[in-house]
């Protein structure tokens, strides 16, 4: 591997009262990026007691830092902990915070702008708090959210935390079915949920969906409605009026380290999506370790990461409040009214760290946008990319284009572990197409398929020790059978994540994509069990596979290969229909870029469909379970379709 272009070399000066330079001074270990992740590695009690107290966290850390740490799963962080996830973010209302920073600027694509300073923040989140308690919400309650990325659905999670209620929301584009199939599985009692939502310049109502909504989760006792005018139907109740109730008066309880706070959604490829549990502990605890070791967030510092409220980097972004960030939030399209929108944002609102997709980074590229040359991006230090590989053009781009003086750092992790196993640091330089360096406490890995460590080729992410973001389970999942299919089958005892990449010599990762069968399009992993229970209720179709094909720009497009009942004709009609109603019950990324008849799908012995088998014949790779197919002819299709794509 021959080495890339440097693009940014890190500022000496700007370590000094960095929470790492203090958690590295009081360690006893020199201040280098690989001298501290070996020792955080080798040394775990003592590195995550030290995150916890030179990043800041507020409650109880007891005695014991690990217990059981030789067992994954199965090991236990700081198992007489106490602490309140909400308190942590809050706590820049408390006056001797000494901030007079915002601690939220939520703007929409109309141009609507809301700042909330941290003592209204902290007021809100107390009266949401108090309203759920009176509607009979109680520690390891659900509350549901179909809110857009605003400042209601960050005072509504905080009101949820503060009570030691679970929250999990859905982005509003969302269709019905693939928010029935995540909510159906929580028993929500409380639901939140806008009027209607803004994206490209449309208003696309809400208020429509909410009675059959609620007729198919009946467990909601109280739905919150978010409009722009206050209006509430029957049945509902409006934001406004929450926002009227006496604020919770009691100090807010400091429950156990694993106790829940959300549960994330991650698409299988079969049945419904995985209902992966968070504690509060863990997920704080991680956040604040790459906010502030990793990605370098001082108080003050503004911070933007456009996400929905679907993805899992809005979990990530709020816990921002906690290293005493403005966040900054972006609901509506990312490109609206015009492509430039966010930069034009990035450079009125003074943004310290932007973070988005790779896609978007890319269409920027492939755009010819030049935002450096019409914008003032001088307020912008880093740049953090996620979702997909960010492409090495794209690197070159950002670094020409957009912010030549800021960092670049590419990051991967998942909705998994709603955290990271690579990102950047302000100790290393950037280098074109790389991650920069495994996260700290993360024994990352690459490995063969025999479980050999692998330096210099391409192989499978792995994890090798516990880190304290790890999912304290799955719901309905009582014996965690299904938590350690997920993730340790592959290689007992040992993460194993999905990813297909390339550990270089001085540590940075090069992935390349997907090595299962989850589809990746924009960034957002969808599984495909969602599609075919959609495609499955059309007499036309006897059989379907999903995969996601990548488009030579780091990005993938969903392909629908579909095998035809006697008679039937895959016609632009069925295709339309196809769309729209996958569209309409699942999102819009689900939707196939191309839907394309095969004459016969691979299945094994047993008469499973291998999805592996059809993904690898179309991108050109061998086929490694041929014996194991009864039909393997029909793989020269599938290649030859591949062909014909490229």
């Not at 591997?1 to 001074?25: C, I, K, N, V, Y």
């Not at 006893?28 to 007691?49: K, M, N, T, Y």
């Not at 299988?268 to 209902?275: I, S």
């Not at 980074?361 to 230090?381: F, Q």
Request: with cysteine; glycine share 10%; hydrophobic share 40%.
């Amino acid at each position: 591997m021959t080495d890339p272009r440097q693009l940014w070399q890190p500022d000496p000066a700007r370590f000094e009262g960095s929470p790492l330079a203090a958690l590295a001074a009081a360690a006893g270990v020199p201040l280098e990026q690989d001298l501290l992740w070996r020792w955080s590695i080798d040394r775990p009690a003592e590195f995550w007691r030290a995150v916890w107290a030179h990043c800041g966290v507020v409650g109880e850390p007891g005695e014991r830092v690990l217990v059981d740490g030789d067992r994954m799963p199965g090991a236990r962080f700081f198992p007489d902990a106490r602490l309140s996830f909400a308190e942590n973010l809050l706590r820049g209302g408390v006056a001797d915070r000494g901030t007079t920073n915002p601690a939220v600027i939520a703007l929409r694509e109309d141009g609507r702008r809301e700042e909330l300073s941290h003592a209204t923040l902290q007021d809100r989140a107390l009266r949401v708090a108090a309203w759920l308690k009176a509607n009979g919400v109680g520690s390891g309650d659900h509350v549901a959210s179909l809110l857009p990325n605003g400042s209601e659905a960050l005072v509504a999670m905080l009101g949820t935390a503060a009570l030691g209620a679970v929250w999990s929301s859905c982005s509003p584009d969302f269709g019905d079915a693939g928010v029935v199939d995540r909510f159906g599985q929580l028993q929500p009692k409380v639901l939140f949920a806008p009027a209607g939502h803004h994206f490209k310049g449309r208003v696309h109502d809400g208020l429509a969906r909410l009675p059959g909504l609620k007729e198919a989760l009946p467990s909601i006792r109280a739905t919150v409605l978010v409009a722009d005018d206050g209006f509430a139907p029957a049945g509902t109740t409006a934001w406004q009026s929450v926002l009227e109730h006496a604020p919770l008066a009691e100090p807010l309880p400091r429950l156990p380290f694993d106790h829940p706070l959300y549960v994330l959604f991650s698409s299988g490829t079969t049945g419904r999506p995985k209902c992966i549990v968070h504690g509060l502990g863990g997920t704080l605890l991680q956040h604040l370790k790459e906010h502030q070791l990793h990605v370098d967030l001082r108080p003050g510092e503004r911070l933007f990461y456009y996400t929905t409220t679907g993805w899992m980097m809005w979990n990530w972004l709020v816990s921002g409040l906690a290293s005493g960030a403005t966040l900054v939030l972006w609901d509506g399209s990312p490109a609206w009214p015009d492509a430039d929108a966010l930069w034009r944002m990035a450079a009125e609102e003074r943004v310290d760290v932007f973070g988005t997709s790779a896609r978007f980074l890319d269409m920027c590229r492939t755009a010819g946008l030049r935002p450096g040359d019409v914008h003032d991006l001088r307020s912008i230090r880093a740049v953090l990319s996620t979702g997909s590989p960010l492409l090495p053009e794209a690197f070159d781009h950002v670094h020409d284009a957009i912010a030549p003086h800021a960092q670049i750092a590419s990051i991967s992790g998942g909705t998994d572990i709603v955290s990271c196993f690579a990102l950047g640091s302000a100790l290393l330089p950037t280098w074109r197409g790389e991650l920069t360096c495994r996260g700290l406490g993360m024994d990352v890995a690459v490995f063969d398929p025999e479980g050999r460590p692998l330096v210099g080729g391409p192989g499978e992410l792995v994890c090798r020790n516990p880190f304290p973001s790890m999912p304290t389970g799955f719901l309905g999942d009582p014996d965690g059978v299904r938590y350690r299919a997920a993730y340790f089958e592959r290689y007992p005892g040992v993460w194993h994540h999905g990813d297909w990449c390339t550990l270089t010599d001085r540590g940075s990762l090069v992935i390349t994509g997907r090595s299962d069968t989850t589809l990746n399009p924009g960034g957002v992993r969808i599984g495909t069990a969602e599609i075919y229970r959609r495609v499955e209720q059309f007499a036309e179709i006897e059989a379907a596979v999903a995969i996601g094909q990548d488009d030579g720009r780091g990005d993938q497009r969903v392909v629908l290969f579909v095998v035809l009942r006697d008679g039937a004709t895959l016609d632009d009609d069925l295709r339309d229909r196809l769309r729209q109603d996958i569209r309409q019950n699942l999102t819009p990324r689900h939707v196939p870029a191309v839907i394309a008849a095969a004459p016969d799908l691979p299945r094994t012995q047993s008469g499973k469909l291998s999805e592996i088998a059809v993904r690898d014949a179309v991108h050109g790779r061998p086929v490694t379970n041929t014996t194991a197919l009864e039909n393997p002819a029909v793989l020269e299709w599938f290649a030859g379709f591949g062909n014909a794509q490229s």
